[in-house]
C-alpha cells in the first residue's frame, strides 16, 4: 500500500518543479483532520456526568470512542445507557460541543500533524490553508484554538489562510470545500494537494479540480460519507509520519548536526562513515593514567568495563583532524582540564570555527568559561540551561539576567534538553533575547525531525536512525549499556 506522507513529498517536489515560481499550498480540513474529535466527545460527555453527578462515563477512553462526532446516538446506545437519559445526554452535548469553551479547551491534535504543517510553512514560497465546514461564527475560537495548540511546533496560521463554510452549519459542506479552493485559487495559490477526512469532501474538490493537479488525501480517522464515493486517485492514511515526510538531504541547512558522544572506536566509524560535521566527544582525566581520555562516566559510579577500551584524547582527536571533522569538547571534569585543553589545541593549532566547548556552569564556573573564551573567543562555547527554563517563563526578567550574566562570561550557545516541556516557546523566547540554542537529548528519528523542525542553531543526537542507515550508538553511558544488554539477553 502507499503510504501517503510518502506520496505527498513526491507530489510536492514534482510541483515545485514544474512550477518554480508560483505560490504553493496545502489545504487541510480541520475536524476529524487536524483535531481528534474523539477528545471533544469525551471532554463533553464527562462534564456531563461532573454536572449531573452520574457516573456513565467514568471509565470511558478516547480508543473506546469509534462513532463520528455527529453519531453519538449510537455510542450511548452501545453503552447501554437508559432511553430516558440518552436523550438529555444528547442535548446536553450538542448544545456544548461547539461552545467557544469546548473549542479552546478540549481539542487536541493527531499526533504530529502540526509538525506536517510546520514543514509546509517553512518550504520556500508555499502556505498551509485551512478549509474547514465550520460556519464564520467559529472564526474567532477557531483561530485562537488552532494557533494555542500550534505554538508547540512554531506553526502559525493566519486568518487569511483559513476558510469558512459560508452557510449555516452543517449545510452543503461539501460545495463549500470546492468554494474554499476557489478562495485560494483567488488569493494567487496553486493548491497542490487538499487533506479531508471525508470522501464526499475529497470529490467535490477532485470535481472542480480543472488541472487534476490537487493531490486527494484522505485521513481515515472517523467519518460519515462513503469511502466508495472518493475519486480513485485518493490515497489515505492514518498517521502523519514525517519520517516518511522528511527526506535526509532536505533537512535545513543552517542547522548544525552534532554526533553525540564519539567516545569508542564503533561510534566513531559510525560517525566518520556519516555526513555530520560536529563530533562530540566527553573529555575527563583518568584518575589511575592521568591520561586525557574521552568517556561518558566517572570511573567511581561506572568502574571500567570488562570490554572497554579506552582511547585517549589525542587518538580521537588526531583521527577526527585525518577525515577534517570540527570537534565539541564536552569537559566532564571541568575546570582540571581547561590547562591541557588549550595546550591540546594549540598544539593542533585549531581553529576557532572548527571548535566548541560545553560544560556545566557549576564546573567551568566564571573563571573556566573566561579562560575559555579569551584563548578562543570565536569558538562555541556552550553550557545547558535546563534548570533555569521554568524561570524563562515565570519570570523572564530574571532569567534574563542570569543568561546575559553567563554571556559575559563568554558562554555563546545555550543548551536545552528535548524533554524540556514548552520548548518552542523557550526557544522562541531565548532567540528574541538575543541567544543561540542546541537542543540534545533526541531520541529517535522522528523527534530529531521534530526537534529541526523547531530550527534551533544546533541539534545534538545519537543519530541512532536505522531507517536513514545512520547507527550511532549514543554516549556509551552506563544507563544506556545496561539497557542494551538487557535487550540482547535471552
Ligand atoms: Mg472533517
Given at each position: 500500500m502507499k503510504n501517503w506522507m510518502k506520496e505527498l513529498a513526491y507530489h510536492y517536489h514534482s510541483m515545485r518543479k514544474n512550477y518554480p515560481n508560483d505560490k504553493l499550498l496545502i489545504m487541510f480540513d480541520i475536524d476529524g483532520t487536524i483535531i481528534d474529535m474523539r477528545y471533544m466527545i469525551l471532554y463533553v460527555l464527562q462534564a456531563y456526568d461532573r454536572k449531573h453527578g452520574t457516573h456513565y462515563f467514568t471509565h470511558l477512553k478516547h480508543t473506546d470512542i469509534r462513532f463520528h462526532e455527529n453519531k453519538i446516538d449510537r455510542l450511548l446506545s452501545r453503552l447501554n445507557i437508559p432511553l430516558v437519559e440518552r436523550k438529555k445526554i444528547l442535548e446536553w452535548y450538542l448544545q456544548k460541543r461547539w461552545t467557544p469553551n469546548?473549542?479552546?479547551?478540549?481539542?487536541?491534535?493527531?499526533?504530529?500533524?502540526?509538525?506536517?504543517?510546520?514543514?509546509?510553512?517553512?518550504?520556500?514560497?508555499?502556505?498551509?490553508?485551512?478549509?474547514?465546514g465550520r460556519p464564520k461564527a467559529l472564526f474567532d475560537a477557531t483561530l485562537q484554538s488552532l494557533n494555542e495548540l500550534a505554538e508547540e511546533y512554531r506553526v502559525h496560521f493566519n486568518p487569511e489562510l483559513l476558510y469558512m463554510n459560508q452557510s449555516d452549519w452543517e449545510f452543503n459542506i461539501p460545495y463549500s470545500k470546492a468554494q474554499g479552493v476557489k478562495y485560494f485559487q483567488d488569493l494567487g495559490y496553486r493548491v497542490f494537494a487538499a487533506v479531508d477526512n471525508e470522501p464526499a469532501n475529497l470529490?467535490?474538490?477532485?470535481?472542480i479540480d480543472t488541472t487534476k493537479e490537487i493531490m486527494l488525501l484522505h485521513a481515515d480517522t472517523l467519518f460519515e460519507s462513503?469511502?466508495?464515493?472518493?475519486?480513485?486517485?485518493?490515497?489515505?492514511?492514518?498517521?502523519?509520519?514525517?519520517?516518511?515526510?522528511?527526506?535526509?538531504?532536505?533537512?535545513?541547512?543552517h542547522i548544525q548536526f552534532v554526533w553525540h558522544g564519539i567516545n569508542d572506536e564503533a561510534n566513531l566509524r559510525q560517525?566518520?562513515?556519516?555526513?555530520?560535521?560536529?563530533?562530540?566527544?566527553?573529555?575527563?582525566?583518568d584518575p589511575f593514567t592521568e591520561d586525557i581520555i574521552v568517556?561518558?562516566?566517572?570511573?567511581?559510579?561506572?568502574?571500567?568495563?570488562?570490554?572497554?577500551?579506552?582511547?585517549?584524547?589525542?587518538?580521537v582527536v588526531n583521527t577526527l583532524l585525518e577525515h577534517n571533522r570540527?570537534?565539541?569538547?564536552?569537559?566532564?571534569?571541568?575546570?582540571?582540564?581547561?590547562?591541557?585543553?588549550?595546550?591540546?589545541?594549540?598544539?593542533?593549532?585549531?581553529?576557532?570555527?572548527?571548535?566548541?566547548?560545553?560544560?556545566?556552569?557549576?564546573?567551568?564556573?566564571?573563571?573556566?568559561?573566561?579562560?575559555?573564551?579569551?584563548?578562543?573567543?570565536?569558538?562555541?562555547?556552550?553550557?545547558?540551561?535546563?534548570?533555569?527554563?521554568?524561570?524563562?517563563?515565570?519570570?523572564?526578567?530574571?532569567a534574563k539576567e542570569i543568561l546575559d550574566t553567563f554571556a559575559s562570561w563568554g558562554i555563546n550557545r545555550l543548551s536545552i534538553s528535548w524533554k524540556t516541556p514548552y520548548k518552542a516557546k523557550i526557544l522562541t523566547t531565548l532567540e528574541q533575547w538575543g541567544f543561540q540554542v542546541n537542543i540534545?537529548?533526541?531520541?529517535?528519528?522522528?523527534?530529531?525531525?521534530?526537534?529541526?523542525l523547531l530550527k534551533p542553531q544546533s541539534i545534538t543526537s545519537d543519530f541512532n536512525f536505522p531507517k536513514w542507515h545512520y547507527y550511532g550508538r549514543g554516549s556509551g553511558q552506563n544507563k544506556k549499556k545496561y539497557l542494551y544488554q538487557m535487550k540482547l539477553s535471552p
Open positions: 469546548i473549542i479552546l479547551k478540549a481539542h487536541r491534535p493527531y499526533p504530529n500533524v502540526l509538525a506536517v504543517i510546520r514543514w509546509f510553512q517553512i518550504q520556500p514560497n508555499t502556505d498551509v490553508g485551512l478549509n474547514t470529490k467535490a474538490i477532485h470535481k462513503s469511502r466508495k464515493i472518493a475519486p480513485k486517485t485518493v490515497i489515505s492514511g492514518k498517521n502523519y509520519d514525517i519520517t516518511e515526510l522528511i527526506k535526509e538531504k532536505e533537512l535545513p541547512p560517525f566518520l562513515a556519516s555526513n555530520i560535521q560536529w563530533a562530540e566527544i566527553d573529555v575527563r582525566r568517556r561518558h562516566d566517572d570511573f567511581y559510579h561506572t568502574p571500567l568495563q570488562d570490554d572497554e577500551d579506552i582511547l585517549t584524547l589525542e587518538e570540527s570537534i565539541k569538547f564536552d569537559l566532564k571534569d571541568g575546570k582540571v582540564l581547561i590547562k591541557d585543553i588549550l595546550e591540546l589545541v594549540d598544539q593542533y593549532s585549531l581553529d576557532d570555527q572548527k571548535i566548541w566547548f560545553n560544560s556545566n556552569v557549576e564546573l567551568l564556573e566564571e573563571e573556566g568559561f573566561k579562560a575559555l573564551a579569551e584563548k578562543h573567543p570565536h569558538a562555541i562555547l556552550q553550557c545547558p540551561i535546563d534548570f533555569l527554563t521554568p524561570l524563562i517563563i515565570s519570570m523572564p526578567k530574571k540534545y537529548n533526541v531520541p529517535n528519528l522522528e523527534a530529531f525531525l521534530q526537534a529541526v
